[in-house]
């Protein structure tokens, strides 16, 4: 038996390459008798993605709100004594966004590397064959950490009013004192 040697048959395997996609074409033609023709296309893809995101807000806040002392003291008469009002506001707004969309996208397998196969003019008591392997892989690894921390204190004292030691006594009052903390946090993580 003869064995077809590679000047006698026409073997052509072309490939391109566009955009990381392979296109291929296989032709074999014109096989005399009692011939083998084999072509073996392998081709391999991998692609690996490492996206790590560390996102930290800190609010530290601290507000003391206190009103002042008020006295109407060794007066014959005494008067009205009174003392102001105070308040606090604190306010804290934090709006995170992390898209690490974009590191799990173009995962396309790779067309096999044979691409289109055309056998022509094969001899008798003779084979043609084409063996394509493609292998495909894609590993992507997100890592994503947010860490956020909102510390508020606030303190409000109402001052003391005192009227003492008149012959007559007069008012007294303490004013009022407000705190008001608001806080908002949007997280939003797309992957």
């Keep these: 038996m003869r064995k077809l040697l590679l000047g006698a048959a026409s073997i052509i395997a072309?490939?391109?390459?566009?955009?990381?996609?392979?296109?291929?074409?296989?032709?074999?033609?014109?096989?005399?008798?009692?011939?083998?023709?084999?072509?073996n296309a392998d081709q391999s893809w991998s692609r690996e993605v490492t996206s790590s995101n560390d996102l930290n807000v800190e609010n530290n806040h601290d507000a003391t709100a206190a009103s002042g002392d008020a006295e109407n003291t060794d007066n014959n008469s005494g008067g009205g004594a009174s003392t102001g009002d105070t308040g606090n506001n604190s306010g804290f707004?934090?709006?995170?966004?992390?898209d690490s969309s974009a590191s799990s996208v173009n995962t396309t397998a790779v067309t096999p590397a044979t691409?289109?196969?055309?056998?022509?003019?094969?001899?008798?008591?003779?084979?043609?064959?084409?063996?394509?392997?493609?292998?495909?892989?894609?590993?992507v690894d997100l890592n994503n950490t947010i860490n956020v921390e909102n510390n508020v204190t606030q303190n409000a004292t109402s001052g003391h009013a005192t009227v003492n030691g008149n012959g007559t006594g007069g008012d007294a009052s303490t004013g009022s004192v407000t705190?008001?903390?608001?806080?908002?946090i949007t997280l939003s993580v797309k992957q």
Excluded: E, R
């Design 115 to 139: 691409g289109d196969v055309t056998i022509s003019d094969v001899g008798p008591n003779s084979s043609a064959t084409v063996n394509a392997s493609s292998t495909n892989t894609s590993t």
């Design 14 to 39: 072309s490939a391109g390459v566009t955009a990381g996609v392979a296109a291929a074409q296989t032709t074999i033609s014109d096989i005399g008798p009692d011939s083998d023709a084999t072509v």
């Design 179 to 184: 705190n008001t903390s608001t806080s908002s």
């Design 93 to 98: 707004t934090a709006d995170l966004s992390v």
